[in-house]
């Protein structure tokens, strides 16, 4: 088992964040074997257009001339 991390340095070079997960080095065959398989197909998802942000201040009012 192995640990990949990746450290977030500020200007001098201090570590200010950190991120650390396990994993298992496959051997080479194994990764041969899992490319040379065909991909299933990912069930489509139906594509949602984002919802326009609220405004959060009403529009204002020109001003009036006299």
Do not use: N
């Not at 200010?16 to 998802?45: G, Y």
Request: hydrophobic letters at 45%; a negative charge; aromatic letters at 4%.
């Amino acid at each position: 088992m192995h640990r990949l991390r990746a450290d977030q340095l500020d200007g001098s070079g201090k570590v200010v964040s950190r991120f650390e997960t396990p994993f298992k080095r496959e051997a080479p065959e194994a990764l041969a074997a899992a490319m040379a398989e065909p991909a299933a197909p990912a069930a489509a998802e139906p594509a949602v257009a984002p919802e326009a942000p609220a405004a959060s201040e009403p529009a204002s009012e020109p001003a009036a001339t006299a």
